[in-house]
Structure formats: C-alpha cells, structure tokens
T-cell receptor
C-alpha cells in the first residue's frame, strides 16, 4: 500500500465550480502536510501547507483530520488557470517528502 | 532568476552509457534533495544532503546511482550503465536551514532533467 493515496481523476469542472480533492496517508506518525501543484511538464510548486485547524488561502481551503489520516483541498470559483495536477504530500520524521500520484484537474470554459 | 537550476534540461542516451546531472540550489539553502518522477506518478525521494553530508538515501538509489555535494553548494547525480527503466524526470529541490524563519520545511524544486534512455 502506498503511503499517500489520491484519486487520480481527472476531474473536469466548468469555470466557477467548486471542486474538492481528498487524500489519505498511512503513517499515523506523519508530521507535516502539504498540497503541491504541478503544471504539465513543469516542476511541483508549493500551493499551501495544511494545518490541523484547517487553513485558507484565497479560493483554496485545506483541511487535515489526523484521526482519520485524511487531507482535503477545496477550490472555490475555479479558474481556467487552476488546471493542473494537485499533489498531496506528507512528511514523516525524516527528510523526504512523500508524494501521492496526484489528482488531475481540468477547468473548462 | 534565483531559483533552483538544473542542467541539462533534457538528456537522451543509449542504454549502458553513464550520465551526470547538475543541480544548483537556491543560494544559502544548505539542504538539497534529489527526487525521480515517472509518468503518472508523484516524485519519489532519492537522497538528501545537509551541507556536504549525504544524510539519507532511498533504497531506490541503486549502486548504479551516486550523488555528491562536495562543497555544500551544487550537487551532481550520476547514473552509471543506464537502463531503460531509468527514463524519468530527475528533480532537485532545496530548502533553507532549520530555524531560518517561516517555512523551513518547504522544498523548492528546480525545473528537472528529463532523461530518456534508448
């Protein structure tokens, strides 16, 4: 079983829609959580860190449920420019980031 | 541009050849990471340097792979006797030293070196 599991999608949504991505992780001792965004043939870029209390950055809201080992990302009012792959990332006590396979989002006009 | 840089951006080689990739981290970042990403997968950790010391290696890093960071600045990743299964994007990332301010855990990725082994 992979350490970080995500639904690969693709999610096809119209502009203005709200879309949610979910992710589960297997290591209950995981310490830090992130969402990265990766555009086609580009490098991953940090979208936001995820905190236990939940956090929001503009149209993006991230939630963490440690008891269920579950992370979510909500995107409101989707823009065409949000089309990308969203990578769920978990860090344990070591140095490595553990990435999910990513969820592909396509926002259509 | 003061981000992470990698060279070359693309490399095509024949099976059995050796290849070497270079990574220049963000200035003053003392921590450097190598990852590998294949199509449809997320990046997978290969190795980690703190300054010039290689502190962690993944079991993915077979004995054909070697990484160095001799002066604690740029790093090289060498693959000997390449195989077709080595075809992937090789990503380098860096992060600031712990305690250097907000977000020290954030890893900043370079554009990657795309390797194709024929």
């Amino acid at each position: 079983r992979k350490e970080v599991e995500q639904d690969p999608g693709p999610f096809n949504v119209p502009e203005g829609a709200t879309v949610a991505f979910n992710c589960t992780y297997s290591n209950s001792a995981s310490q830090s959580f992130f969402w990265y965004r990766q555009d086609c043939r580009k490098e991953p870029k940090l979208l936001m860190s995820v905190y236990s209390s939940g956090n929001e950055d503009g149209r993006f809201t991230a939630q963490l449920n440690r008891a269920s080992q579950y992370i979510s990302l909500l995107i409101r009012d989707s823009k065409l420019s949000d089309s990308a792959t969203y990578l769920c990332v978990v860090k344990n006590s070591g140095y490595a980031l553990n990435f999910g396979k990513g969820t592909s989002l396509l926002v259509t006009p | 541009d003061t981000g992470v840089s990698q060279d070359p951006r693309h490399k095509i080689t024949k099976r059995g050849q050796n290849v070497t990739f270079r990574c220049d981290p963000i200035s003053e970042h003392n921590r450097l990471y190598w990852y590998r990403q294949t199509l449809g997968q997320g990046p997978e950790f290969l190795t980690y340097f703190q300054n010039e010391a290689q502190l962690e290696k993944s079991r993915l890093l077979s004995d054909r792979f070697s990484a160095e960071r001799p002066k604690g600045s740029f790093s090289t990743l060498e693959i000997q006797r390449t195989e077709q299964g080595d075809s992937a994007m090789y990503l380098c990332a860096s992060s600031p030293r712990m305690g250097s301010g907000p977000g020290p855990e954030t890893q900043y990725f370079g554009p990657g070196t795309r390797l194709l082994v024929l």
